[in-house]
């Protein structure tokens, strides 16, 4: 078994190892920086969303933001869109599962918000109509995928696309650019 984590664990460093040398992917990143501090000087928000690991990823980022990453500083606004579960059960009955992060971000977002979306596959249904709600809004879209970016890369203002294909090591280098993309965006913010 010791051989079988050693082989994971080195998997994980090839995957991370991809994206040190990934000048473009890391180029990507600084500018996702910058729109995020410009969204927040200009008074407006951040939304993440998410299904499964890749909700709890978006949950925990979301609480960066709003809690803190290094400093102690005041809160940032920044929202998981699944934390309600009342508004998820009753709209994933009501309109369907795929309807409710569009429904949400046609409600509540407003032009220069900026949506942070996590889909390993870049396929996810609700993530990709809720990317296309930002759009008609005219709301910033950021999307952590694999690889190929999937569906998203069309409806991307920014696409950070892991390269692998391997689910679990697709989220654990979308928590490290997450925390890579919190810590810049606290320190350049609170400057």
Do not use: W
């Amino acid at each position: 078994m010791k051989e079988q984590f050693k082989a994971l664990i080195a998997a994980s460093i090839t995957v991370k190892t991809t994206l040190l040398s990934d000048e473009g992917l890391l180029d990507t990143l600084e500018k996702i920086v910058n729109v995020i501090v410009a969204a927040y000087k200009a008074d407006k928000r951040l939304f993440f969303c998410g299904n499964g690991g890749s909700a709890a990823d978006a949950q925990h980022l979301a609480a960066e933001f709003t809690g803190r990453f290094y400093k102690d500083r005041l809160s940032l606004p920044a929202e998981a869109l699944h934390c309600n579960t009342s508004y998820l059960t009753a709209v994933g009955n009501d309109y369907g599962f795929d309807d409710i992060y569009a429904r949400m971000i046609k409600g509540t977002a407003r032009t220069g918000d900026v949506l942070i979306g996590f889909s390993t596959s870049g396929n996810s249904p609700n993530i990709v109509k809720a990317f296309e709600a930002a759009k008609e809004k005219g709301v910033v879209t950021i999307a952590y995928t694999g690889s190929s970016g999937g569906i998203l890369k069309n409806y991307s203002d920014y696409l950070l696309n892991v390269p692998s294909s391997d689910t679990p090591r697709i989220q654990e280098c979308h928590i490290l650019l997450g925390h890579l993309m919190c810590e810049f965006v606290e320190e350049r913010f609170f400057e």
